[in-house]
């Protein structure tokens, strides 16, 4: 099901009573999230609880607020955030008792950012699946992901010419995330004109500001300096840490099954072609790889989604000073006279 088929379907019909929503494609999970959540007004539901969810504790308090009345005994939408762990044995005990209970009036929405394929096959992911209406959230490949940008780029009343479209989507590399910020960044800079190269060009090459692919650049040439400047002003900017750490993380989670693939002896060139990686970035992946083993782009994983706790809010911690620290530990897997490059 896509985000268009969720919204026509729902315009035509009352809320389910579960939403699952899997994957790792956070544009894609927020899109449909705000789907829901739109229709729950229309259908006068406004009392809304979102839970975030990791450990015993956090499961054992949703099942007692599934089995609490609301206070005015009306209908509640409940978003489960599982961020990307799987349940534990107490958790599974909830997700069930949330699948099979009929006599509810609440609306569930349960959220799980992962995207790997073995949790498919759990017993508890398959149920949780089959009882409610299931939604995937993935990487576009370049097709769907100029599909969408006509489509999303329509909504902001601008049309692509066909080079233009092109060279958009080799500029945002499947990121929507960056996408959905530079189609608004174009929507305002080009008044509802036909959108030709130089306006892409003018708008994502702009020397007066960073963005999201500048930091993933930058920090895959090891370059601490410009990186620090980077992140510095994408927070003097106001651009979300959540965006940020999607960003860093889709580079580590490339980089870490490329990596353990060539150190099980596959060609580099081939595993790095085969995970779509183009351009300039194919390049960078090519020097980092040299540089790092699986484990050590794993152990940056497990702090990246540490930091990804602290953004919401289920841990205390300086978001911005640990992406910073985050930074320092990606750029010093380089060589260090490559860490004092200034531009």
């Not at 289920?314 to 000073?321: C, E, I, K, T």
Request: with cysteine; hydrophobic share 45%.
């Amino acid at each position: 099901m896509s985000v268009a088929t969720l919204k026509q379907r729902l315009s035509s019909a009352q809320l389910d009573k579960l939403y699952f929503l899997f994957g790792d494609e956070p544009v894609q999970l927020m899109k449909c999230l705000d789907v829901i959540r739109n229709k729950a007004n229309e259908e006068s539901i406004t009392e809304r609880l979102v839970c975030h969810v990791s450990g015993p504790s956090d499961w054992e308090s949703l099942g007692a607020e599934i089995n609490s009345m609301s206070l005015f005994s009306e209908k509640r939408l409940i978003e489960v955030r599982m961020g990307s762990k799987k349940p534990d044995k107490l958790g599974v005990s909830v997700l069930d008792q949330i699948t099979q209970n009929d006599n509810s009036d609440d609306r569930f929405v349960i959220v799980l950012e992962n995207n790997e394929a073995s949790i498919k096959k759990a017993k508890w992911f398959k149920s949780l699946q089959s009882g409610s209406i299931f939604f995937e959230s993935k990487m576009l490949d370049s097709s769907a992901l100029s599909h969408w940008i006509v489509a999303t780029g329509g909504e902001l009343g601008m049309e692509f010419s066909q080079m233009a479209l092109q060279l958009f989507c080799e500029r945002v590399e499947g990121n929507l995330l960056v996408a959905s910020q530079e189609l608004e960044k174009l929507a305002l800079a080009t008044s509802g004109h036909r959108i030709e190269e130089a306006d892409i060009v003018g708008s994502m090459n702009d020397s007066g500001s960073f963005n999201i692919y500048d930091l993933t650049n930058t920090l895959l040439r090891g370059d601490l300096y410009r990186t620090l400047r980077v992140v510095r002003r994408l927070r003097e900017i106001g651009i979300e840490p959540v965006l940020i750490i999607w960003a860093i993380v889709r580079e580590l989670r490339a980089l870490a099954l490329i990596i353990a693939e060539a150190e099980n002896g596959g060609s580099v060139s081939k595993i790095i072609d085969s995970a779509r990686i183009w351009g300039p970035r194919k390049d960078a992946f090519k020097i980092f790889i040299q540089k790092a083993t699986a484990a050590q782009v794993l152990t940056l994983l497990l702090h990246a989604n540490y930091i990804d706790t602290v953004i919401k809010g289920a841990r205390l911690g300086s978001v911005w000073d640990e992406i910073e620290i985050l930074s320092l530990n990606i750029c010093d897997m380089m060589s260090f006279s490559k860490l004092m490059v200034k531009d």
